[in-house]
Nanobody, 115 residues
Framework: QVQLVESGGGLVQAGGSLRLSCAAS????????MGWYRQAPGKQREWNAQ???????NYADSLKGRFTISRDNAKNTVYLQMNSLKPEDTAVYYC?????????WGQGTQVTVSS
């Protein structure tokens, strides 16, 4: 079992930045990759970015250049640095962790970008 706790969300003006954190506990050594998703009101959850244990990153095309995913394996924590935020980035942001036994999700953190 893996437990994930996101933090760092909040209210920010357009053009601002936020850094989200996702701390993993439990069987965190079994995690192969971690990722960030978001879900805006009335929309489906969409994938944002992923990082493997080895540090390989992938991003949704629409977010390249503005969002950066990173991880600290020693702290079992993954980060999402979000710059040049836009009102359309407003959503609940979730992290997930992929292991050979399954995928785990955090409870989400709200990000609201005002215009």
């Amino acid at each position: 079992q893996v437990q994930l706790v996101e933090s760092g969300g909040g209210l920010v003006q357009a053009g601002g930045s936020l850094r989200l954190s996702c701390a993993a506990s439990g069987s965190s050594s079994s995690i192969n990759a971690m990722g960030w998703y978001r879900q805006a009101p009335g929309k489906q959850r969409e994938w944002n970015a992923q990082i493997t244990r080895g540090g390989t990153t992938n991003y949704a095309d629409s977010l390249k250049g503005r969002f950066t995913i990173s991880r600290d394996n020693a702290k079992n924590t993954v980060y999402l640095q979000m710059n040049s935020l836009k009102p359309e980035d407003t959503a609940v942001y979730y992290c997930n962790a992929m292991t050979i036994t399954g995928t785990y999700w955090g409870q989400g953190t709200q990000v609201t970008v005002s215009s």
